[in-house]
């Protein structure tokens, strides 16, 4: 079946003029075309991309790359210098909530004019209104003047509007995540559940994990340009190994990430179905190993030689939910570092972290490591988590020349599964040793 696209994102550019003094914009209507009293900054450059009905994307990319004004010109609050944006459906932008209220009038008339400014006559607006003002939970407020509202107030009666309005595509700038953490969840909450009704979602955010827990797909952004659009924890890995790479690796880096090919596989290569009786036993299968292990740059440190095993040594990846297990990796240093320490990170199959710890305290390392010294380094673990894959990230920290910085970071370095337990009443991914009980 063909998918339907909900935005269609052709050709986008976006110039700034820059104006060194106010009067110099004045100038430039009075003299217009005479003489140029601006730079240009390009902030978008040619952004192509389809978001398909249904689907969460994410756009990622460092500060001031471009992500907010990709934002507005598709929610249609500023316009392209070049190219096009198709929206099929209604949109609702949560984006600089509150901007667009009065505040002289109180909190209900604003909700009554952002209504009709998103279309709705006053029956739909009335009938509405009681489940905004629940969502937004301000209480008395809602009948002050907006001016005597705090700004998480106004945020969070501009969130329950545009939470409340019938749409079909939510466009959401998580920069705005203002607010406490209860009123944080709820907004999350929110916008799963118009997920999980089958609406699509635009969403921006600097945070892998959130990219990577609500988002099928994500759109990587450098200095206006796109780089990559693809399975979001690929676009992630490639974005976290973009960040830290050093600068004069950056240009090269940016070039592999532009010709990266994009495909539509699991991380993982598919286990032998194998018979029951077999299915409950630790050990080791050789054909568990994750396609692709994503290597940052390193910097005088280089992971080798990764192997879970029981606790008495015996090699496994096939593992039992709360059983002991130690995980090994080796580093070789090549570099004088400092106030070394190493870590490790367990992830789901979506790179969702789990769960890992550091070898010490930021600041209790190992005070001084020698070039060709080789490091062993042991976690020894429990994995309560259900039946299932997971993977492991490992990386060495230490202070260098460039202060402190990973000397080497391995996303995926290895791939366990969890096996199934018979009568195991565990739902979803960790184990809390919750133990049921009925009365009735
Ligand atoms: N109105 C404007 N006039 C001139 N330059 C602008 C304007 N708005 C944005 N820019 C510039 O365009 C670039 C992209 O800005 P944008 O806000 O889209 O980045 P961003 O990726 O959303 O950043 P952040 O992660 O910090 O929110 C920045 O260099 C910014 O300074």
């Not at 607010?179 to 609406?199: M, S």
């Amino acid at each position: 079946m063909e998918r339907q696209t909900a935005i269609s994102v052709r050709g986008v550019s976006k110039i700034f003029k820059i104006y060194n003094k106010p009067q110099d914009r004045l100038k430039q209507t009075l003299f217009r075309g005479k003489r140029r009293y601006y730079t240009e900054f390009s902030a978008l450059n040619d952004i192509s991309f389809d978001v398909y009905k249904g689907e969460t994307i994410g756009i990622i990319g460092r500060n001031g790359s471009g992500k907010s004004t990709l934002l507005q010109i598709i929610a249609g609050t500023l316009n392209s210098s070049k190219g096009t944006v198709e929206v099929n459906g209604r949109v609702a932008a949560l984006l600089e909530l509150g901007s667009g209220f009065n505040p002289e009038f109180t909190g209900r008339e604003n909700v009554y004019m952002n209504g009709s400014i998103l279309g709705l006559d006053k029956e739909h607006i009335d009938h509405l209104y009681p489940k905004i003002l629940e969502f937004a939970d301000i209480g008395d407020f809602i009948d002050q003047p907006v001016k005597t509202y705090s700004s998480g107030m106004s945020v969070r009666l501009a969130f329950a509007v545009q939470a409340m309005v019938p749409k079909e595509v939510l466009i959401v700038d998580e920069a705005l995540a203002v607010g406490d953490e209860l009123f944080q969840r709820k907004c999350y909450a929110k916008i799963e559940e118009f997920k999980n009704q089958g609406g699509t979602i635009l969403f921006v955010s600097h945070s892998a994990s959130s990219i990577i827990e609500l988002c099928d797909r994500a759109v990587l952004i450098d200095s206006g340009e796109m780089l990559l659009v693809d399975r979001s924890k690929k676009v992630v890995n490639l974005y976290q190994k973009l960040i830290y790479a050093p600068s004069d690796k950056r240009e090269r880096l940016k070039e592999e990430i532009r010709n990266v090919v994009t495909e539509d596989r699991p991380n993982v290569m598919v286990i032998e179905k194998r018979s029951n009786s077999a299915d409950d036993k630790e050990m080791f299968d050789s054909n568990l190993n994750p396609i692709e292990t994503v290597q940052y740059e390193t910097r005088g440190a280089q992971i080798f030689d990764s192997e879970i095993t029981t606790l008495s040594g015996e090699k496994v990846n096939l593992l039992k939910t709360g059983s002991r297990y130690v995980w090994r990796y080796y580093v070789n240093f090549t570099q004088e570092c400092y106030n070394v320490r190493f870590g490790m990170m367990i992830k789901t199959i979506s790179g969702l972290d789990l769960g890992g710890a550091a070898t010490s305290l930021a600041s209790e390392g190992i005070p001084l490591v020698q070039p060709g010294q080789t490091i062993k380094v042991e976690f020894t673990f429990s994995p309560r988590l259900n039946a299932g894959m997971y993977f492991l990230n490992g990386g060495v920290l230490g202070i260098t020349d460039d202060g402190e910085v990973y000397l080497d970071r391995r996303i995926d370095l290895a791939a366990f599964k969890i096996l199934q337990q018979e009568g195991s009443l565990i739902t979803s991914t960790v184990d809390f040793g919750v133990t049921p009980n009925i009365s009735y």
